[in-house]
T-cell receptor, first 118, second 116 residues
């Protein structure tokens, strides 16, 4: 199998506080992990790509100082939303990439984390 | 050039019917085309995927048709069931060995409703 978990599944926080979301690949080593956000009835928007042991690559328009990504091991990546504000409320989803012998990497998605900032 | 355009936005079919969702892309470097199914409040789940070296791939009731020259691909759901009601996303990525690490570009999504 290829299972990806996220914790927490939902979180409510006050404006100005920081929130950490964990993404784990449970039964495989992930060469690369991706972080997405999704607004209601919209598509997934890639925020950043992270590789174990190196700095994350952020997509254009995503504030790297606000969305801190750490990829400390081949099975764990974290996203910290710093000084969260109501406009950061969204559904955050991670995916982990499983490397195959061929050139493509299949991505497996976590169940998502619903963040609500009051 | 990185866009993947998906249509229709929403689709209603009767139980037992065929659901067809279409996607078009511009980037000729794309070489992996997955389809994902997402239920409300859940993460996307991989349904089926295709590489450009084949024109069709079938897995159970799900079939991907791929037209490389037209830069289009589509998902066909045969014998659609109420349990198939979900949002479907097409996606595309370049060779994972490159600098993109195989990051996915998603289509806009299609909300499928299958009536009993």
């Amino acid at each position: 199998g290829a299972v990806v978990s996220q914790h927490p599944s939902w979180v409510i926080c006050k404006s100005g506080t920081s929130v950490k979301i964990e993404c784990r690949s449970l039964d495989f080593q992930a060469t690369t992990m991706f972080w997405y956000r999704q607004f209601p009835k919209q598509s997934l928007m890639l925020m950043a790509t992270s590789n174990e042991g190196s700095k994350a690559t952020y997509e254009q328009g995503v504030e790297k100082d606000k969305f801190l990504i750490n990829h400390a091991s081949l099975t764990l990546s974290t996203l910290t939303v710093t000084s969260a504000h109501p406009e950061d409320s969204s559904f955050y989803i991670c995916s982990a990439s499983k490397e195959y012998l061929s050139s493509y990497n299949e991505q497996f998605f976590g169940p998502g984390t619903r963040l609500t900032v009051l | 050039q990185q866009q993947v355009k998906q249509s229709p936005q929403s689709l209603i079919v009767q139980k037992g019917g065929i659901s067809i969702i279409n996607c078009a892309y511009e980037n000729t470097a794309f070489d992996y085309f997955p389809w994902y199914q997402q239920f409300p409040g859940k993460g996307p789940a991989l349904l089926i995927a295709i590489r450009p070296d084949v024109s069709e791939k079938k897995e159970g009731r799900f079939t991907i048709s791929f037209n490389k020259s037209a830069k289009q691909f589509s998902l066909h759901i045969m014998d659609s069931q109420p349990g198939d009601s979900a949002t479907y996303f097409c996606a595309a990525s370049e060779d994972a060995g490159g600098t993109s690490y195989g990051k996915l570009t998603f289509g806009q999504g299609t909300i499928l409703t299958v009536h009993p």
